[in-house]
């Protein structure tokens, strides 16, 4: 493991650290948050989801998301208000309860959130740690994936997306961490949210694609009369009809 320190903030440029705002706000935009967010991602600052921050009651959403054994999950985050700092991300299969505390906070100097330990590579329940080191405010909402073990299930599992925050001060609501969290069930055969869409083409064994484009009955059957003149004009070149012809009405190209 490898321990994420305030200097790593130090800009190559100057040689000094980024002021930042006293607070950091997040929303959780991918998977959806169990409870419903505010513009600036509240509630966020009680661990381990902020279902009991002090001034924010949480209201949950009751989405589950679907996912399978071993999917990929993307994570999307939007920074309301910057603060320097990464993400980290946790699995626990047995909902809120089971989430693990927030990693220990080493302080430096006068910064009481100088430094925490990054896992590297991840041990589960952690699925990813130290994602998006950032040291100044992003531009655009900001994506990454992790993803899910091969060997759990569950109905109801929990997600946590939590926010380390560097020079943050341990008397603000949340200390050095904010968090949020999704619902998710992990099943067999009940994923696929972050996979593209299927291909709507039909293919055919070997990997070869028809590249018919009729579908049934009533679009073949308006065909008729083009099948006809198609298989005159066959018999006047000697050329028999190919099965894409006779389904589709397209003469085989020679």
């Known amino acids: 493991m490898r321990r994420f320190t305030a200097a790593a903030f130090a800009l190559a440029t100057t040689g000094v650290l980024i002021s930042a705002p006293a607070w950091a706000h997040f929303v959780l935009q991918s998977p959806p948050s169990w409870a419903a967010q505010d513009d600036y991602g509240s509630p966020q600052k009680s661990a381990p989801c902020g279902q009991a921050d002090p001034n924010q009651a949480a209201s949950p959403t009751g989405t589950v998301m679907p996912y399978a054994p071993g999917d990929t999950v993307t994570i999307t985050i939007n920074e309301t208000i910057p603060h320097p700092g990464h993400y980290r991300v946790v699995l626990s299969p047995t909902g809120q309860a089971g989430l693990p505390a927030d990693p220990p906070v080493t302080p430096m ?115 008729g009369g083009v099948l006809l003149l198609l298989a005159f004009v066959a018999r006047r070149r000697r050329q028999p009809l190919s099965r894409e012809a006779r389904e589709c009405g397209y003469l085989k190209k020679q």
């Open 109 to 223: 100097g006068t910064d009481p959130c100088g430094s925490t330990i990054i896992q590297n590579p991840p041990v589960f329940p952690v699925l990813a740690d130290g994602m998006l080191v950032h040291t100044s405010a992003f531009s655009t909402a900001q994506t990454f994936t992790v993803e899910l073990p091969t060997d759990v299930t569950c109905t109801k599992c929990t997600l946590q997306v939590a926010e380390f925050m560097s020079n943050h001060g341990l008397n603000n609501p949340g200390g050095c961490f904010y968090h949020h969290c999704a619902d998710i069930s992990i099943q067999q055969g009940g994923g696929g949210n972050d996979a593209g869409p299927a291909d709507a083409g039909a293919v055919e064994p070997g990997g070869s694609s028809s590249g018919c484009g009729c579908a049934a009955g009533d679009a073949r059957a308006s065909l």
